[in-house]
């Protein structure tokens, strides 16, 4: 199972995924000691690898299905490289989503050598951002709006079927399959950090 998550802190691209679901697989099927942790790590992964393979430019709220899944990736498979890879298809596809910028923020922390990168998109993509004002130490009700909003998508995820071809979020649980929300880390400093 170390191993295997090993390669999770490893894994940059989805086609890194199945193999592990796989390996998990027969860990399960050898060690029936570890079976609900490979049976939990497994959903986790394939909920992750589903909703990334079927959300394209089209797909109703993509980016916000996107972004769930890339903090899935960052929180439950403790995959920070593949986390990051999924938040950047969010800047591509979706620039002008008003969590582009909670996007730019978590990117930055997980790929440290993209920080200058964030700052310089930051300050010219979107200098009027809630999340930017909060890094700025400026409390807004827009950003309290659009945490909400998102929070309240997650929820309906939970209990609503997703639309066709894409998977069914489980309900939200204790067990560290869903990802666990973080606040945006104290500000102070003048290193542009955001939230998780």
Request: net charge positive; glycine share 6%; aromatic share 6%.
């Amino acid at each position: 199972m170390e191993l295997l998550r090993l390669e999770l802190k490893r894994a940059r691209r989805l086609e890194d995924l199945p193999p592990i679901m796989d390996s998990l697989k027969v860990i399960a099927q050898r060690f029936r000691m570890v079976s609900d942790q490979t049976t939990q790590l497994g959903s986790a992964i394939a909920s992750v690898h589903a909703t990334a393979i079927a959300v394209t430019p089209p797909t109703p709220q993509g980016d916000l299905r996107l972004f769930l899944a890339a903090e899935a990736a960052r929180d439950s498979l403790e995959a920070p490289l593949l986390a990051a890879g999924i938040f950047r298809r969010i800047l591509d596809w979706w620039p002008t989503s008003p969590y582009a910028p909670k996007v730019v923020l978590a990117t930055q922390q997980l790929d440290t050598t993209w920080v200058d990168s964030a700052r310089a998109i930051l300050e010219t993509r979107y200098p009027d951002s809630p999340y930017l004002a909060l890094v700025r130490g400026e409390s807004t009700p827009a950003y309290q709006q659009l945490e909400d909003s998102l929070g309240a998508f997650a929820a309906s995820l939970a209990v609503r079927p997703a639309p066709a071809g894409l998977p069914r979020r489980q309900p939200v649980k204790d067990d560290g399959i869903q990802p666990r929300r973080r606040p945006l880390p104290a500000t102070g400093g003048t290193r542009v950090i955001g939230p998780q």
